[in-house]
């Protein structure tokens, strides 16, 4: 095992979007997100680097190039914790965001919420507190 001095670090995570100025609407205006850069092309973004409103943790959205598609997303989810889960889902409601499975705790312990983007890429909005680097303990 590496030491840690060497390990990776976790660095960003990035989504393709077929409407940058949708997704930045979305995650800057919705979730929270900070906008670290933003390229324009045409006079419309075309890429965004967001830096996440708690944390080091930085997301970057990307216009595919000109002729290509967004790609599938099957299989990829990404995680966002927020203390106040159940408010935090009314407010996004409000703003007119569908929240598709309200808040709910999970076998595990943690409780969970699930959306969309503008894109299709699912979200879990979730709180799981001190529980997040403990091993789980399911219940039945």
């Given at each position: 095992m590496?030491?840690?001095a060497s390990g990776v670090e976790f660095n960003h995570a990035m989504l393709y979007?077929?409407?940058v100025a949708?997704?930045?609407e979305f995650y800057v205006d919705?979730?929270?997100f900070k906008v670290v850069e933003t390229f324009e092309w045409q006079?419309?973004?075309v890429y965004?680097?967001?830096k996440a409103p708690r944390g080091n943790g930085t997301l970057a959205l990307h216009h595919p190039e000109p002729g290509e598609s967004v790609p599938p997303s099957d299989g990829v989810r990404l995680y966002f914790e927020v203390k106040e889960l159940d408010k935090f889902c009314k407010k996004l409601e409000a703003a007119g965001v569908t929240i598709q499975k309200p808040p709910k705790l999970m076998p595990w312990g943690w409780m969970h919420a699930y959306l969309d983007d503008?894109?299709?890429h699912e979200i879990s909005l979730y709180w799981?507190?001190?529980k997040r680097f403990r091993k789980s303990k399911m219940r039945t």
């Open positions: 590496p030491k840690p979007s077929r409407d949708k997704s930045l919705r979730i929270g006079k419309r973004p965004a680097r967001l503008p894109d299709g799981a507190g001190a």
